[in-house]
Every structure is written in structure tokens, then in C-alpha cells.
């Protein structure tokens, strides 16, 4: 009997990456994509997931109680995977109140219901249900910002600056609470920005190819100079299945790749693949169609993560560098752009 897995949020960027590498790395589970297909999620996306045996689909909100309960029992749900959250940070300062209520109540009500399901009092696990684990994966964000230089460790002081990371903090700290309260087997992984295929047009990278190819304003926060940590997204995937299967219950486990570039780079970066695989019919460089925009309210400068804690403990390390990622990120949505 395969061993059931709920993953939130599988039709999403990450989650959707994740899905179709664990149905296929490991049959022996049965995964339940569980989706509410919000404007960020698509089925498209786990389009390759449709004939597997070992992959079932679930449209719902993961703050809906009833559900998810009944999930837990129909499919004896053994393990999460809980990528599920509202994650766009202008949205989050345009309207907070989802974001609450997704990354926070949500939370809670899918630990609230493992919890259940999976011990029978504090510090005591049902029998059967010991290696039940619940993953929960949160961002570099809830550590505020960094200067020019120092990187965010797993011990650096929480320092939420937006309505978005806010709220992924106080997730953070629920799952926590339950690991310190009931000694529940819970992990949870802090990223930097993922960046590769299958991610909404709104996000910086493809929203910025999307504009290049139909000859739009590229338009940049402030002076660009704000920093970031990119991070592709199948590194991700293959850090968080670690993490799942032989990371420590309690413990949390930053993910970064260690290439820091700022946004005029990135930008320029992605117009000069463009220059190279998808020239302009009137001869000039994308790159003119930069424009520089008013800065995002409480715009924070730089993330940066150290990942030493799960290079030494796990053994991962990346496969791409960002000039390789970016690269094939760059081709995917050219394949996607121009069908």
C-alpha cells in the first residue's frame, strides 16, 4: 500500500516543479496535490502528472477545515509538503487580509489536523505514525534585510518587513510552536528566490521576458540596485526532499544558491540571452526598453542565505549556477511565449 502525501499548493511555481520530480523519483507514495488554482496556480503546470498512477488532484482552499479533514482520513495522509501561501509582496501591500488568512490560518488548520491524525496526546505519537512528518516551506524574507554585506542564518533574529513576510513568519512560528508543544515531527525550510520554469507572468523574471518579446517598458524598482539570492527552482525541489526524508524534526534548514545579483543585472542579463536567441526585427537591444520605476513601499535591500547548515548536515549542493539557470529559464519561456 503506497504511503499517502499531501503536498499544498502543487499547481503553484514551486510546488508544481516539486510535484512532477517526487511522483517520479518515488512511486511508492501516493501524492495529493491539493490546489485552490488562485490567479498563481494552473494545472497546466502538472499537466506531465495526469497519467501517473501514484498522483491525485484536489481543488481546494487549505483553510477550509472540513476539507481538509476529510482528506487526512479518506487518504490517511502520512506526510506534508506545505508549499501552499500568498507570496506576492505588492499584492500583500495592496491587500494584507488574504494573506493572513492563507499563510497564517492556513497553516494552522493543515498542523492543527495532522496533529490529530498523527498523535494521541502531547509527546505521543499513534503507533504506525512515527516517521509522519510535516514540512512546512517558508521564505528569507521573514528575516527582514541585510546590508551591504553578512548572510541570513538559521539563527539570525526574525525581522519581517512587509504584510507578506509577516505573515510567513507567523506561519513559521505556529509550526514551530507544535514541534515545541506536542512534539510534532515538523521541519521547515527558509529559501531565497526561486527563479526557472512554470513561475507567474507577475514575477520579476518572466513578467520581464513577457514585456521584452511584445516590446513593453521594462520596468525596474528604484535604481535596481535592490540585491537578491537567486535560487532554481528544481535546487529547490531536490533541498525540500531532503529536508523531508532525512533533515531533523525540529529543526529548520535554510536554502539559498549563493548568487547574489541585483536587478538591473538581472535584467540586463536576461535582454542580453534574448540579443542572442531572439533578436528584435528592428535591430535595437532590449535593453532600451528599460524603465525605471518608483520604489516599492518598505522595499528591503538586499537577502542573502548562508545554506553551510544543509551543505554540512544533508550534503546538498546546488546543480545550477544562476548563469546556467537563468539560461534555461530564459529558453523555457521562450518555448511557452511564442506558441
Not at 510535516?134 to 521564505?139: A, L, R, V
Not at 513568519?169 to 515545541?180: G, K, L
Not at 528604484?222 to 531536490?238: E, I, S
Request: charged residues 25%; hydrophobic residues 30%; glycine residues 8%.
Amino acid at each position: 500500500m503506497k504511503k499517502s502525501i499531501l503536498v499544498t499548493g502543487g499547481a503553484g511555481f514551486i510546488g508544481s516543479n516539486f510535484v512532477p520530480y517526487f511522483c517520479e523519483k518515488y512511486p511508492e507514495y501516493h501524492v495529493i496535490n491539493l490546489d485552490k488554482l488562485t490567479y498563481a496556480g494552473d494545472l497546466n503546470n502538472v499537466k506531465e502528472c495526469e497519467g501517473m498512477e501514484n498522483y491525485t488532484f484536489v481543488q481546494g482552499d487549505i483553510c477550509d477545515e472540513n476539507l481538509i479533514e476529510e482528506l487526512f482520513t479518506k487518504y490517511d495522509i502520512r506526510g506534508v509538503v506545505h508549499f501552499a501561501a500568498e507570496s506576492h509582496v505588492d499584492n500583500s501591500i495592496k491587500g494584507p487580509k488574504i494573506f493572513m488568512q492563507t499563510n497564517i490560518m492556513g497553516t494552522f488548520n493543515l498542523i492543527e489536523t495532522a496533529r490529530r491524525h498523527w498523535m494521541d496526546e502531547p509527546f505521543k505519537v499513534k503507533p504506525d505514525y512515527e516517521d509522519a512528518r510535516f514540512h512546512h516551506i517558508s521564505t528569507d524574507e521573514v528575516y527582514g534585510t541585510l546590508g551591504e554585506t553578512g548572510f541570513f542564518k538559521e539563527t539570525t533574529p526574525y525581522a519581517p518587513n512587509s504584510p507578506y513576510s509577516s505573515s510567513k513568519a507567523s506561519s513559521d512560528f505556529v509550526v514551530r510552536a507544535y514541534h515545541h508543544t506536542y512534539g510534532m515531527n515538523v521541519t521547515t525550510s527558509n529559501c531565497s528566490n526561486n527563479y526557472g520554469p512554470k513561475q507567474n507572468h507577475e514575477k520579476l523574471i518572466p513578467h520581464i521576458i513577457e514585456n521584452a518579446l511584445n516590446l513593453k517598458p521594462l520596468p525596474i524598482y528604484g535604481q535596481g540596485l535592490n540585491v537578491r539570492d537567486w535560487l532554481y527552482v528544481l535546487d529547490h525541489c531536490k533541498a525540500v526532499d531532503l529536508i523531508f526524508h532525512k533533515g531533523v524534526s525540529g529543526e529548520t534548514y535554510n536554502i539559498g544558491g549563493h548568487n547574489e545579483r541585483n536587478n538591473i543585472t538581472i535584467v540586463n542579463t536576461i535582454c542580453q540571452i534574448l540579443d542572442k536567441e531572439c533578436p528584435r526585427q528592428d535591430g535595437k537591444k532590449y535593453a532600451d526598453l528599460i524603465t525605471f520605476v518608483k520604489d516599492r513601499a518598505g522595499h528591503d535591500l538586499r537577502y542573502a542565505i548562508d545554506p553551510e547548515k544543509i551543505s554540512k548536515e544533508l550534503n546538498w549542493v546546488p546543480d545550477e549556477t544562476f548563469d546556467t539557470g537563468i539560461v534555461k529559464t530564459v529558453k523555457w519561456y521562450l518555448e511557452k511565449y511564442q506558441k
